[in-house]
């Protein structure tokens, strides 16, 4: 009787069964009896964040079974390897996201077409890539195989990768491939000089936490990605009052700011209060500021402040 209720989770509408599927990961309830009889034709959305018990001999048939897959989420899951994505890549040709942050078996391998071949069909139309946190993935590797294989991609988050983000990528990554969603956050090599370019730069959303940057790098992006609507800066030290006033003249767009555990003080909230579209705002801990900028953001009205301040 049980192998008969699990079989006819194949003939559940296919909305239903990509419910069922969150609800069963969410209770780390999924195993490997149950994902055999999700994995259908049908198929277009596969989150299975978190679910490292699952074998990797049933994730390696996800390519060949969900040939419509849109979107596979596998962050966190350590056992998922090249062969299990160069897989999806090979046969799903209408995915457009593909998480991977957190998979540290991941290398240039599982996007590298094959010797004489076109790139790999899945990346064609990939629009958004997470590979944060996955070490073995090259500078090489991402602008030589993913960069050139995925014209349409527009987010990348390549967070923690600390040895494969340098000025000469992270220069690549910001001005060439028309990226709107961008994730460079603990890139320990990252410094200043690759916004110095001058170029313009599309994107809407920017990460740069935890890194070296100085005002400088902060007033050149202002100046040159007018349409940014989002940028995280939390902890970076060196950022100062300069950067906020840059911003603040030149990205009417910005809704959401974070720059928790900066240098700020109340001239940069000041400047912010004049930022008409801004909606969120992060300053915790920056203890150069005053109560006084609590009576600046409240002037602004419509931003949702969430202010540490000392």
């Not at 959305?45 to 679910?51: P, T």
């Not at 809407?204 to 400088?216: C, E, F, K, P, Y």
């Not at 915790?284 to 540490?308: K, N, P």
């Amino acid at each position: 009787p049980k192998k008969v209720r699990l079989a006819q989770l194949s003939l559940l509408p296919r909305c239903a069964l990509e419910d069922l599927l969150d609800i069963l990961v969410a209770r780390n309830a999924l195993n490997d009896n149950v994902l055999p009889h999700v994995l259908t034709r049908q198929t277009q959305r596969l989150c299975l964040e978190g679910s490292s018990q699952l074998r990797r001999c049933l994730l390696n048939t996800i390519g060949r079974s969900c040939p419509n897959l849109r979107v596979l989420d596998v962050r966190g899951c350590q056992q998922v390897d090249n062969r299990i994505v160069r897989d999806v890549l090979q046969h799903c040709e209408l995915l457009i996201c593909l998480r991977l942050e957190g998979c540290p078996r991941i290398s240039d391998t599982a996007f590298a077409p094959a010797l004489w071949k076109p790139p790999l069909a899945g990346l064609l139309g990939l629009e958004e890539l997470s590979i944060g946190k996955c070490g073995q993935v090259t500078a090489e590797g991402l602008l030589g195989y993913v960069m050139k294989g995925a014209p349409m991609l527009r987010t990348l988050d390549v967070a923690c990768c600390r040895l494969m983000i340098t000025d000469e990528v992270a220069g690549e990554l910001l001005f060439n491939f028309g990226l709107c969603s961008l994730d460079l956050s603990f890139s320990q090599q990252l410094t200043d000089a690759p916004f110095s370019l001058g170029k313009v730069c599309m994107l809407r959303q920017l990460n740069v936490a935890n890194t070296a940057l100085s005002d400088a790098a902060v007033e050149q992006l202002a100046a040159c990605a007018v349409h940014l609507e989002t940028l995280d800066a939390s902890s970076v030290l060196r950022l100062s009052d300069k950067s906020i006033f840059a911003l603040a003249k030149h990205c009417c767009c910005l809704r959401t700011l974070r720059v928790s555990n900066s240098q700020i003080t109340d001239a940069a909230f000041e400047a912010l209060s004049r930022c008409p579209r801004l909606e969120i705002l992060d300053a915790s801990w920056c203890i150069r500021a005053t109560s006084r900028a609590i009576e600046l953001l409240a002037s602004a009205g419509d931003v949702s402040g969430e202010s540490q301040l000392g």
